[in-house]
């Protein structure tokens, strides 16, 4: 059964720096793609990045890029998020989930090509 444990959210202030993890357990697959997403209060899910599990190609949100990294630990199955130049409004519920198939890295997928999901780490941006 495919699990996903995120961690590492927290309160920070306006310009501090945050990593979340994303651990992946429970399968055994030679092409998947891990994105993460948020969702603020009262907005829709906003996903915000994705890298494939081959070749570590990566996409980002035009809101996030430049701010945020997003890398893998392969041995570990592990995905991270780090989180730079935080702004008050970065401050939602950070979801990792995970999408079954061959990811090229030219796009971002939307939430419904996902097939397994986290249960969200709040991060909160705040002076």
């Known amino acids: 059964q495919v699990q996903l444990v995120e961690s590492g959210g927290g309160l920070v202030q306006p310009g501090g720096s945050l990593r979340l993890s994303c651990a992946a357990s429970?399968?055994?697959?030679?092409?998947?793609?891990i994105g993460w997403f948020r969702q603020a209060p009262g907005k829709e899910r906003e996903g915000i990045s994705c890298i494939s599990s081959h070749d570590g190609s990566t996409y980002y949100a035009d809101s996030v890029k430049g701010r945020f990294t997003i890398s893998r630990d392969n041995a570990k199955n592990t995905v991270y998020l780090q989180m730079n130049s935080l702004k008050p409004e970065d401050t939602a519920v950070y979801y990792c989930a995970l999408g079954v198939g061959y990811y090229t890295g030219t796009y971002l997928p939307e939430a419904s090509i996902f097939d397994y999901w986290g249960q969200g780490t709040q991060v909160t941006v705040s002076s």
């Open positions: 429970g399968f055994t697959l030679d092409y998947y793609a």
